[in-house]
Nanobody
Framework: QVQLVESGGGLVQTGGSLTLSCAAS????????IAWHRQAPGNERELVAH???????NFADSVKGRFTISRDNAKNTVYLQMNSLKVEDTGVYYC????????????????WGQGTQVTVSS
C-alpha cells in the first residue's frame, strides 16, 4: 500500500557528513508526521528527529545543532542531513511516517522503512 525506501547511508569518518533520504510511494494522500529513528547494536531504537505537517521540528539532544530534517513534498521525500558525525551516531537509521492514505481514510497509518546503515569511524 505504502512503501518507504531509505538511502544515503554508508561509512564516514568522524566529523564527516551524510544525507539520508526516505522516499515514500504508493497510496498517499497526506503525510502528517515524519520521524527518523536509529538503533545502535545492543541498544533500543531511539527517536532522532521529527517533522510535523505544520513544519515544526524537534531533535534528540545528542544531535541538536548537527542534524537537520527537511522534506520535498513534490517528491514525497524526507531528508536527514547529518553533519559533524560522531562515532556514537553509528547505527541503522529508519524513517517512520504517519500517512493518510486516501481522502476518506478515517485516520493516519504508521509506516516504516527498511533502514539504512550509518557507520562513523574514528
Amino acid at each position: 500500500q505504502v512503501q518507504l525506501v531509505e538511502s544515503g547511508g554508508g561509512l564516514v569518518q568522524t566529523g564527516g557528513s551524510l544525507t539520508l533520504s526516505c522516499a515514500a510511494s504508493g497510496s498517499i494522500f497526506k503525510i502528517n508526521y515524519i520521524a527518523w529513528h536509529r538503533q545502535a547494536p545492543g541498544n533500543e531504537r531511539e527517536l532522532v528527529a521529527h517533522l510535523t505537517s505544520g513544519g515544526s521540528t524537534n531533535f534528540a539532544d545528542s544531535v541538536k545543532g548537527r542534524f537537520t530534517i527537511s522534506r520535498d513534498n513534490a517528491k514525497n521525500t524526507v531528508y536527514l542531513q547529518m553533519n559533524s558525525l560522531k562515532v556514537e551516531d553509528t547505527g541503522v537509521y529508519y524513517c517512520n511516517e504517519y500517512i493518510q492514505t486516501t481522502p476518506s481514510a478515517p485516520r493516519t497509518y504508521s509506516f516504516w522503512g527498511q533502514g539504512t546503515q550509518v557507520t562513523v569511524s574514528s
